[in-house]
């Protein structure tokens, strides 16, 4: 099943389908540390639970004096996201987890880059 959204840029608006799950989605906004090995370490906590996440989007903070990213992932809500937030929020590099509304438009702002064209 996919869904319609009309998104507009300076230059072009587009119709984008963007694949719609059946199951409820949540998206949660991290800060980190920005050194290497970072996303190994959450990708890592995902994959050892077989928990899949349906985009990820990663970058920089530049209004602070310390080295941080703002991680935002989308994932599918079921009884084990409780666990994983927790688990998230052990892990030394991760500094901030937030559950996001799911009309968070994060995602949706992206998504002209990733129009094929023909």
């Not at 920005?34 to 990663?58: D, K, Q, T, W």
């Not at 310390?66 to 666990?83: F, G, H, P, Y």
């Not at 949706?108 to 880059?113: G, L, R």
């Amino acid at each position: 099943m996919t869904s319609n959204t009309n998104i507009t840029t300076q230059q072009n608006s587009f119709v984008v389908n963007l694949p719609s799950s059946s199951s409820p989605q949540a998206i949660l906004t991290l800060i980190v540390n920005n050194h290497p090995g970072v996303m190994s370490h959450i990708c890592g906590l995902f994959a050892r639970r077989a928990y899949n996440m349906e985009g990820i989007l990663c970058l920089p903070i530049n209004d602070c004096d310390t080295s941080l990213s703002r991680i935002w992932l989308k994932v599918n809500e079921d009884t084990r996201l409780a666990q994983i937030i927790a688990q998230l929020k052990k892990l030394q590099d991760v500094k901030e987890v937030l559950e996001c509304p799911i009309d968070h438009p994060i995602f949706k702002q992206v998504a002209p880059y990733f129009v094929q064209t023909l």
